[in-house]
């Protein structure tokens, strides 16, 4: 028995069991965790492997690894053991990836101050230059990566001081890719939480990006962001310092069908997603290069697929070619491309939120349950930072899905209001997860409690306008952060 699974006689009786997931781009099973073929391929040089369609899945059984290739009839006698556990090994040399992520954590963004927003507004009118602008950026970077440092924080970030939006411009940076203003309405999903909240109140995103021929990576817009940040912290706290990075199917998801891309360019979404994939690769090698070891992914798209209201939307659009579960699956496949060249210590995140845009404004609504075992299980990130803050993200009980090898960052405490949290009760919140989490590994909550971490729900800037909340009120949120964290795990950063 492996994860209440019999060893079958044939292939087909492996495959066919109801609870094994075949998936050509995601066909390894390792215990709870399905990894990608591609990790591995090339390193195995013993049994043939030549193609991702060449092996459907591959079972730790009892400490065993067997493999089955994808040949009907063959029998589990016939397929022998291999050597590739050593490569398997290699390719998981880390399964929990620790500091970072931290027990006390941040996610991102921070409050501009007032004459930085000032500045920025004079340079869009024309009455301020780009060196003036640059010259009080890094002085603003400067003065609030001092603040972190004395709030007691580790995953030190530049409060993505140079961003107008917490995306940033890795997509319009792109060849291939266009910034357009004024775009038509007719092009948006309209049932899209972000989309529907502007065209609730008669309007539609200003600007948009839009994929307008083959995509290619000419140049990182997020490595000078880095190496100034790098080059004003202590060189040992270099490499505990984080960048956001813009999730990979922003631009494809508002879209209605047959509109993210131009098909005399792209075929199929197949072809559009794979030369997305190879720009992170190629980003994520030039951030690794200058020494960025920490990635947080921001995506409130897949907790989109939370939400009723947008499912329903889904469901109900005629131009759609694919369920929304497929449409997840595929997005899961997307990312594991986008993130299969990455070095084994550079540590990636996903941030999921259901909106965070001026004056503290929330877009969507509902728990992760009906999305917790592909997040949690197919989902190649070592860590997620999930919104916890309120009611609307559902209770704990998802978490029971979280796999050993994994961490999760609880954001139990709002960025959006000024409201502090009672310091008791936010502990006794991170217990309850911890024991959900226990529960579904069979072990204790002090165990599950090595794979948690606190933060507040969101950043507190995702658009440069920011939350409805003061520079003290952040820094308050912050150091009850850092409060709740060293209560629960004294002494660890």
Same mark, same amino acid.
């Given at each position: 028995m492996a994860n209440g699974i019999e060893r079958p006689e044939t292939l087909k009786g492996f495959l066919d069991d109801p609870r094994v997931a075949v998936f050509k781009s995601r066909p390894i099973l390792i215990g709870r965790r399905l990894i990608n073929i591609n990790m591995i391929i090339g390193k195995i040089t013993d049994i043939g492997i030549?193609?991702?369609?060449?092996? @459907?899945?591959? %079972?730790?059984?009892?400490?065993?690894?067997?493999?089955?290739?994808?040949?009907?009839?063959?029998?589990?006698?016939?397929?022998?053991?291999?050597?590739? @556990?050593?490569? %398997?090994t290699k390719a998981m040399s880390s399964e929990l990836h620790r500091k970072p992520p931290f027990r006390a954590e941040h996610l991102g963004s921070l409050l501009r101050p007032d004459r930085l927003l000032k500045l920025r507004d004079h340079l869009d009118h024309g009455r301020a230059d780009e060196e003036e602008l640059i010259s009080l950026e890094n002085q603003a970077i400067k003065d609030i990566v001092e603040e972190q440092i004395k709030l007691g924080f580790h995953p030190i970030s530049d409060g993505e001081y140079r961003r107008h939006m917490f995306w940033g411009t890795f997509f319009p940076g792109m060849e291939g890719f266009e910034e357009i203003k004024d775009p038509p309405a007719e092009i948006f999903r309209s049932y899209m939480p972000d989309i529907a909240a502007f065209m609730e109140k008669g309007h539609k995103p200003a600007e948009s990006v839009i994929c307008t021929g083959k995509i290619k990576h000419i140049g990182s817009t997020y490595v000078d962001q880095w190496n100034y940040l790098k080059s004003i912290v202590p060189k040992e706290k270099a490499k505990e310092c984080k960048l956001t990075m813009a999730a990979p199917e922003w631009y494809h998801m508002r879209y209605r069908e047959g509109k993210a891309y131009p098909k005399d360019v792209y075929p199929s979404d197949k072809e559009y997603f794979a030369d997305i994939a190879k720009a992170y690769q190629t980003e994520l090698q030039i951030l690794y290069d200058n020494g960025l070891r920490n990635v947080q992914i921001d995506d409130p798209n897949l907790a989109y697929f939370c939400s009723e209201k947008m499912l329903s939307g889904w469901k109900a659009d005629p131009l759609n070619t694919q369920t929304s579960d497929s449409l997840l699956s595929s997005y899961i496949t997307f990312y594991n491309l986008c993130l299969s060249?990455?070095?084994?210590?550079?540590?990636?995140?996903?941030?999921?939120?259901?909106?965070?845009?001026?004056?503290?404004?929330?877009?969507?609504?509902?728990?992760?349950d009906r999305v917790a075992r592909t997040l949690f299980l197919d989902l190649d990130v070592d860590t997620y930072y999930l919104e916890y803050d309120t009611p609307r993200a559902g209770g704990f009980e998802p978490l029971k899905s979280l796999p050993k090898n994994k961490n999760v960052i609880l954001g139990v405490v709002t960025s959006k209001f000024p409201e502090m949290e009672d310091l008791g009760e936010l502990k006794g919140r991170v217990m309850e997860a911890a024991g959900y989490v226990a529960e579904g590994n069979g072990e204790s909550v002090e165990s599950a409690l090595g794979r948690l971490g606190v933060s507040p729900q969101c950043g507190f800037a995702s658009h440069s306008a920011g939350n409805a909340v003061k520079h003290e009120d952040m820094v308050g949120k912050l150091g009850l952060v850092r409060r709740l964290a060293d209560e629960i795990w004294p002494g660890e950063p």
């Open positions: 030549r193609d991702i369609a060449d092996v @459907q899945t591959i %079972l730790i059984d009892g400490g065993n690894v067997m493999h089955w290739k994808n040949m009907p009839g063959k029998t589990s006698e016939q397929l022998q053991k291999t050597q590739i @556990q050593p490569a %398997l060249q990455r070095p084994t210590d550079m540590h990636i995140g996903v941030h999921l939120c259901r909106g965070n845009f001026v004056n503290s404004r929330h877009f969507s609504e509902g728990g992760y």
